[in-house]
Each structure stands twice: as structure tokens, then as C-alpha cells.
């Protein structure tokens, strides 16, 4: 849902144009809302009604709670803002991999506020509610911290030049590095996008140099060398139970767009796994089933352990995908942009009917990330902290406080990701930094605690003293009732209520019936009933007495209390002391018919004897909680100690914050000075490049154990380690 705001640099708000079909919705709330004149009639369904953004939980209110938004003045995304939002510049590592402050919607002010808010207007079912039945595999994450590869480190200092290009004159020199079509051609357009541009190249350069250039499809990939190891490791140990896993990417997938390319990611997996000895009919691509039919001949093989290894994107391997029977382990070669994608490819295998994990890994299904230093990884896992913080605040209905707490535990086994930017980012002061930020924010979180804790018991106190005052006074009142009523059994030498005779004549003329007589119980309930059910008249009219009360019926208006046409009228009947007037309500479980009708005189004279010792059990009641809260309190630590370490460690994280930003500029100016011998080298003489990056190339296979063998039965490089050759030096195996 698109919005206007002054904030137009402010990172963290989502797209502000919005969409036609969103527009449109609201348009079809407003009219559903001011046919019923209320906020009713609307129900959204979501399984992440939030996923993405702050401004999300705005575009929600205006939809479903839209008077919620007047009522306290909020008409414009900045008055919520101002309000709700946490805004503040931070440093963060950028999609070019430097250090540089943003400008950033960072979290919630007023966090329990708008928590509530949120909790009105949704119902919202968690695995971690106690009456949801989850007996699932929880994701065991871990983060693959890999370090980039020359080849990537000099990709990372042209996307880093891209970045900071102005105009294209200042990008010229970098096409033919950047893009292996040499006619391609920077232009002011291109530059406007300049940073998404940069993240698509980042995230592909991440994964393998072959998805930025097709010419390096035969380069060194670290992330699948190293998901290659992990899979083979998990295929080995599971053999036996024909274990099965799950590998992730987003790039690279396999498609009609690009089958004549001669390099996909897909392809390289696959033939690296077959390399370390996984059967390749045991391999599969989701992209490969195309149709319903032929999905699930696919999940049944997965489950039946026939296929023992899925390849797919989030998308294609996501909702709706039931293949966790026998899934032990899930490798994520990318980072989606949402955490609930996230949560949805965790979901395949961590994930209600998975019978190995239970059987072999006590519950729990081990979740690999995959993830470079200094590259698009670390700004994609700072991003998926951010949204995160949010989803989890405003799914969290015990919230405390004024600015939002998220738990840094992750007992649900998701990852966490400030802890990944931190240490991925190649800066342990930044690592650091992190850590220090989270024990401020955890103490700071219990100091909250301690406080709350504390003028909860006075407050308690505090409740108990009100109800033992207002109880004591309605003690003398009764004691006062119940000397009255003795009185008037005296003179009525009456010893008990149940010895009390109630034979006497009712006063109906009001209802047009005359005096009528009643003797017993059940005529008592019926002449009362009948009172009910026929007076029209307005007002109160004596029918009886008993023991110095007053029996009255009553016919009143019960809406503007002035009679008039149409207006609501209500009969009741009640018991009144003739001495102090205190009145005594006829109950609706009296009137269900003449049995309890006529009981309820005999009953209520009888409350009126028994009421002054069950107050005053109330009382001591009360008195004992009040000890109990004071026992606690005076128990109860008068300082946190904790709390006065806070100054330190702020003043401790502002210089470090300070080595970070000077951290970041040095590495800025050192990786500009890359830049600037790169430009020196291949401004004139771009075909140098690819040489140049095979000769890097080269020493990286060098340097990790494996070399790179051609084979004669196939136009392309194929790669076998040094540790399958033997002795004599004849090939072992071959793909």
C-alpha cells in the first residue's frame, strides 16, 4: 500500500508507490466499514502478515483499524512515525562490502503500545504457543563463514567502483570487466539503479565468478566446495537410513532462459556431488518437474529415499513442498531478502513427519549458511536482522517496555543474524561492537524487568489496600443490615429465616388483579413471575413486606430514561429495607421460574444474616495477599547492580562504534586504491582481465587441493582432487 512521506532517504520503509491491487483493497475496506459504520466486517488471512517492513504494520491499520489511526490523531505515515518509529543512523556494511552509516527505521518506540494494537486486530497462532501441538524438528543453524577468493576480492572492488560511479563516462572502463558482453553499455539509467545493479552482481559473484561472467564458469567456487564437503559428509552417515537433504539457491537456477548458456550453478552442483562419489540419478533439480504429476512422483522418491539430494530456489522448493520424511540436513547457498522465506525453506525439513531427524539427531535438523566475508552476505544478513526484530516484537504479546527487546537466545532455532553481519564483516571490532550492543541491550532489558517487577508488588499492595477499605465499609453496613433484620425476627419472634412463614397478600391492582393470597413457595414464584411478565405500569409499587423489607416491583426505562415512544422499558422486582432503603435486586437466575422465583425471599433475607461473616472472611483473605506481595517486596533487591555498569559500557560502545567508522575508512581508502591500479590496468586493455583472473584462479585450485583435469568426452573443464589420483599418478575417477 503506497504512502507519502517526508522521509524520502530514509532506508527501511518499503516502497512508497505501492500497487494498483493494494490501492484498490482499500478502497473495498472503506466501503465495507461505512456500510456496518465501525471497523468490522474484514478478515485478512496471512501466514506473514508482516515480512518485510515497519510501515507494513501501518498499511495494516489503515485497512482493518483506520478509526484506531483517528482517534489518536495519526493521519499520515509521518505523525505514525513520530509516534511509533525508531529512527537512527547507524554504521553498516553496504552492498559494495564498506563500512558506512545509514539512515535507517531500525525498531519501535512505544513497543508494548503498538503491540497491543497489533494483538486487537490479530489472531495470531505460533509453533511456540503452548496449546499448539508441534512435535517438528527444530533447525539447528550454522554459519559457513568462507573468505572470499582473489578472483571475488578484485569483483568486489569493481562493484565498489561501480557504486560510486556518477556518471557513466566514470563506468565506461568497467562494462567489458563487469559483463562478458563486450557490446554492453553503461548509461544514466543504468547508474540511477546503481546499487540494485551492484547487489544483483554482489550476490552472484558471492556463489560463482561463472554467474557474473559465463566465461569463468570453470573457476573456483568455495561455497560449493564447501557445501559439497557437508553434503557428502551427511549422504555417508545416513546411508544406511537413505537420509535426504535439501540445497537452496535463488541464482543460477536452471531455466528455458538459460539452457543453451553453458554454465549454470545447478550443474556445477550437481556435478560436484557426483564428483565425491553421490550417484547422479540420486540428484534431482525441482525445476525439472514441471507439473503436478510429476512433483509428486518426486516427493514420493524423496521420501522413499530414492533421490537423496533436491536442488531448488525458495520458490519452487517452498509452500506446499512435503518432502521431510527423511530430510537431515538443508544448505542455503544464497540468503533470501525476507526472513519469512527463510523460515519457509527451514520449513522442508524442519517440519512435523521428518522421522529421521528424531531418529538420528535428537529433533533437530542441521541448517547450513553458507555465506562470504566482505561480500553482499553480510548486508543481506544485517537486512534480515532488521526485519526480523520486527516481526518477532510485534508477534510477541508479552512485549515490555518502551522501545521493543528482541530475545538474542533463538531457542527456536533460527539464526542469528546480527551475530553473522558481525562476523562476517571481517571487523572484529565490529564483531565487538555487536556483542557489546546486545549485553547492553539484554541489561537494559532486565533492568526493565527489575522495575516492573517491583511496582507490580506496590501495586498489588496497593489493590489490596483499596479492596480491604471498601470491603471494611461494606462490613459496618451489613453488621447495620443484620441487626435490623434480628431485630424485626425478634419482634416477629422468628429464631430463623427457614422458620419465617410466608403466607400473605399481594397488592396487585397496579396490574389490574386486585389482592391475591399466597401460602406456599411455589404461588409466592408465580405471583411474582406474573408481576414481571404483565406490569405496564411506570414507576415502583409496594407489592408485600417480609420482616420489615419491602417487596417492589419496578418498571423503568432503561435507555434515555424518559419515557417516550419506543423508548426500552425494563420490569425487575427488589427488596427493600423500609429503615435505610437499602435495595436488593431481584437476580436473572431467580426469575427461571416459580420454585427459584419464591426462594428468592427467603434467600436474600438470608445473605443479609450470613453477609457480614463472609465479608470478613474476604477481609483477611485480602490481608493475607497484601502479606504476601509486602513479603516479596521487602525481600525484593533495592538496586539492580547490573544497571550501574550501563554508563561503561555505553561510553566503552561509542569508542568502539568511533574504531569502526575509522576502520571503514581506511578500508575504504585502501580498497579506492585497488580500484585505481585496476583502472591503470585494464582501462586500455580489457582482455588482460580474464587472463589475469585465470592466473588468480589458478592459484586458488592450487591452493585448496584440486586440480583442474579436462575431459576429452566433453567440451568443458571437469575437476577431480588430488587425493583421488594415486600414486602412480592414474586417474581414479572422473565425471
Known sequence: LGFATKHGNLAGLGNAQGSMRALNMLFACRTLQQKWKRDTGIAFFSGTPISNSLTEMYSLQRYLSPTRLQNMGLYSLDSWLATYGMISTEFEVNVAGTIAPKERLRGVLKADHLVQDYWMMADVVQKKDKNVVNNAPKPDAELVKLSPTPVQEVFNDLFLAFSLAKEPKDAEWLAPLLFDDSGKFIDEAYLKAKMVVVASMAKQASIHPGLRRSDMGDFYSQKIEAMSERVLQYYNETKEHKGTQIIFSNVGTPSDNNKDKAFTVYDCIRERLVQKGIPRKEIAFIHDFNTDSKRQRLFDAVNAGDVRVVIGSTEKLGTGVNIQEKVVCMHHMDIPWRPDEVEQRSGRGARQGNKLATLLYDNKVKNFFYATEKMLDVYQYNLLDLKKNVVDILHDPHTVGNIYKIDDQHDDGTPSYDEFVADLSGDNDMLKKVKLEKQIEDTEY???????????????????????????????????????????MKQAEVETISDLKLETVFDLTHINKGRIKAETNDQIGAILLQVLNDNR?????????????????????INTGIAQVGATTSNNIKMRNKSTGLNYLMPAEAKRTERTAGLWIKGTLQGILSRPDDLQKRINRQHEIKDSYKAQLDAYPTRFEDAEKLPQMKIELSELTLKVRKNGQETLGIRIGNINSLKERYVNDPELFLEDMRALDAKTWEKAGIERIPDNDKDENCFISKENVSSNGIQMSIF
Open 446 to 488: 532486565k533492568y526493565r524487568l527489575f522495575l516492573d517487577k517491583k511496582a507490580t508488588l506496590e501495586d498489588e499492595i496497593r489493590k489490596c489496600n483499596n479492596k480491604i477499605t471498601g470491603l471494611q465499609e461494606n462490613l459496618v453496613e451489613m453488621e447495620k443490615e443484620k441487626m435490623y433484620l434480628a431485630g424485626q
Open 537 to 557: 405500569k411506570m414507576g415502583e409499587h409496594v407489592i408485600c413486606s417480609y420482616l420489615g423489607y419491602d417487596i417492589i416491583a419496578t418498571r423503568e426505562v
